[in-house]
């Protein structure tokens, strides 16, 4: 079971600052689950808007770390990964419940429920110290780059 830093993150998946929400994978079992890690700071650009003076990480942040740990899962998983976009497809049932903000990491932990051919379910979920923060489940289509 290997870990995988930044470099491999950036090598597999599209995202980059200030768009990129994963610091560290800590699990992966190809095709089926994914566990990453964000640690969230201060320096975050959506805390100079939400909320000055009270700043907490916004859901939908939180939703997309859940989908780029779930893309890189995928494209670890899948052949020509290379020649592959990944493409949001759908959020169901995301339910927030504790906010997130300066200081906490946040665990990832993404399990793949169906694929059939360029699109895959899977549900994920965002911890704080153990603590369920974020539940949601997504959809991911994989389209062909160019």
Not at 17 to 24: A, N, Q, S, V
Not at 54 to 73: D, L, R, S, Y
Not at 90 to 118: L, N, Q
Not at 138 to 146: E, M, S, T, V
Request: positive net charge; contains cysteine.
């Amino acid at each position: 079971m290997a870990e995988f830093g930044i470099k491999e993150i950036l090598d597999t998946i599209p995202h980059r600052y200030p768009f990129l929400m994963l610091d560290k994978v800590l699990e992966l079992r190809k095709g089926e689950y994914v566990k990453a890690v964000k640690n969230v700071t201060m320096n975050e650009p959506f805390f100079q808007g939400h909320y000055p003076g009270n700043p907490i990480m916004p859901g939908v942040m939180i939703v997309e770390a859940i989908a780029q740990a779930a893309t890189f899962m995928a494209l670890r998983s899948l052949p020509n990964a290379d020649k592959l976009v990944p493409l949001f497809a759908g959020i169901e049932k995301a339910r927030f419940k504790a906010p997130v903000g300066p200081g906490d990491t946040i665990i990832f932990e993404v399990t793949v429920i169906k694929k059939r051919s360029a699109i895959w379910w899977a549900e994920g979920t965002a911890t704080v110290d153990g603590k369920l923060v974020c539940k949601a489940g997504i959809q991911a289509a994989f389209g062909k780059a160019g």
